[in-house]
């Protein structure tokens, strides 16, 4: 295990070198910038790609698993690409150093969104300008997308339906309750409630996941592997390899999902309509 104190140092150097690398990506963009469409800005410039991938902030009432997004297409040539893949090399650097201070120092985390802003003055002076608080430590390290290879087109839309679904045994069910305030009376509700079934009922803990943008990616050439085409979550910009500074056809999704379910309910939708422990948000299975 390393010290404390070796792990913040490495933390600081990390976020220095992701800082520094963006700026030297913004600035090689103002250079020599490609084609490029964003969702919500009718000039994505160098300034505005500088500001999307160093928006690190928590803004004012924030979930803290909500990460804002910047859905943009940058047509982008062999030496824009080395300045991305040494964003995203620096990102995922800092990445593995903090699951580190996670797994050892955990106690540090709100420590480290609070003072790792102060080591770069004009960053901090946007945090209090703006009334932002702290580093929202996911949009720090998420990578920046890019396509494996030339594209004929993109197609992007938004996923709105999306959720997570992790199985549940009763005892860790009954556990998380206990975490909980388990004098509460609702608390105790669903104690009751799942001390009323089998011990070896699987539960399903359900976590309804916010929209995001996907880019269906189709290849002008098949990849060595054979594929035409991929799907990709684009929560930055997305990077395109292009040789004469142009974009492939693309889309024009619309600028917010739409507050309808857009896609039908699986007709093998195997959970129970209602929620069995609300605090945890746990199903059962249907029988």
Not at 76 to 103: G, M, P, Q, T, W
Not at 128 to 149: E, T
Not at 178 to 201: S, V
């Amino acid at each position: 295990m390393k010290p404390t104190y070796r792990l913040l140092a490495e933390l600081e150097l990390a976020f220095d070198r992701t800082i520094e690398s963006i700026e030297a990506l913004a600035v090689h963009y103002r250079q020599s910038p490609g084609a490029a469409w964003a969702l919500h800005s009718p000039t994505p410039d160098a300034d505005w790609l500088r500001s999307a991938l160093l928006d690190f902030w928590y803004q004012d009432g924030q979930d803290g698993r909500v990460t804002r997004s910047y859905v943009g297409l940058i047509a982008a040539d062999a030496s824009l690409l080395e300045h991305v893949a040494a964003v995203n090399s620096a990102k995922a650097h800092f990445a593995e150093i903090l699951a580190s201070i996670r797994e050892e120092a955990a106690g540090l985390i709100p420590e480290l969104k609070a003072v790792l802003p102060f080591r770069h003055p004009a960053l901090h002076t946007h945090l209090r300008g703006q009334g932002l608080a702290r580093l929202h430590l996911k949009q720090c390290w998420r990578a920046i997308p890019v396509a494996d290879a030339p594209l004929s087109r993109v197609r992007l839309s938004w996923y709105s339906s999306g959720r997570s679904i992790k199985k549940l045994t009763v005892r860790e069910a009954e556990q998380k309750l206990l975490a909980l305030d388990h004098d509460a009376p609702h608390i105790r509700i669903q104690l009751q409630r799942l001390a009323g079934i089998p011990d070896g009922e699987p539960l399903a803990q359900v976590q309804k996941q916010a929209p995001l943008m996907r880019a269906n990616l189709f290849f002008a050439e098949p990849l060595a592997d054979g594929r035409e085409r991929r799907a990709m979550n684009v929560a930055l910009p997305l990077f395109i390899p292009s040789s004469d500074g142009k974009l492939p056809d693309y889309n024009m999704p619309p600028p917010f999902p739409s507050e309808k379910r857009t896609r039908a309910k699986r007709s093998d939708e195997r959970l129970e309509e209602e929620v069995f422990l609300p605090s945890l948000r746990a199903f059962r299975y249907r029988g």
